[in-house]
């Protein structure tokens, strides 16, 4: 060996760990150091009665042992909400709101919300930012009631703020919304 020149071979009776082997021990350390808790509830799959993927909602639920989902009605046929608590805390709510047509997601989520700046996607029907989220149903067909259905979900602490877990959810939940037929047929 040179002087000066660092050698890469072990010492004799050292013996090297495969990276693979290292990398998974750091893993596992880092996993360690940050939130212990554990989820023990089976995560939703339903909110205000539209079926959704609960891998869809588990990356906004923090751990704990029990979860409710608490429907509401405050006005029937055209306020319908719900909440998810997480052992007794509300860390996620759904509201539903039938509106005059012409409602624009991210006016909701400005006006309503107070949200700075909310990201829109869906042809603009769909605002959100990593703790609240609207979208917008149109009712337009000839034998419909003519008017909007928003949909407003607010993530609240300790639930887990995520932009992109949000934009997620409100995209199904309004996708199966829509096939769940949500506007009113006209009574004759």
Do not use: W
């Not at 009605?73 to 996620?92: F, G």
């Not at 995520?162 to 997620?168: P, V």
């Amino acid at each position: 060996m040179e002087l000066g020149k660092p050698s890469l071979r072990p010492a004799r009776g050292v013996r090297l760990l495969p990276l693979a082997a290292v990398t998974a021990v750091m893993v596992a350390a880092a996993a360690g150091c940050g939130d212990s808790a554990e989820r023990e509830y089976a995560v939703p799959s339903s909110l205000c009665g539209i079926h959704i993927k609960a891998a869809t909602l588990t990356p906004l639920l923090p751990p704990g042992k029990h979860v409710a989902v608490k429907p509401d009605n405050p006005v029937p046929d055209a306020i319908t909400t719900c909440e998810v608590a997480v052992d007794k805390k509300v860390v996620l709510s759904v509201e539903r709101e039938r509106r005059e047509p012409g409602a624009a997601a991210r006016d909701i989520a400005v006006d309503q919300l107070s949200a700075h700046d909310p990201k829109s996607a869906a042809a603009r029907t769909i605002a959100y930012t990593d703790s609240a989220a609207v979208s917008i149903t149109r009712c337009t067909a000839q034998d419909v009631v003519k008017e909007d259905i928003s949909t407003v979900i607010r993530v609240f602490e300790p639930g887990r703020k995520d932009e992109s877990a949000l934009k997620n959810l409100i995209t199904e939940y309004t996708e199966a919304l829509k096939k769940s037929s949500p506007c009113e047929v006209k009574s004759g």
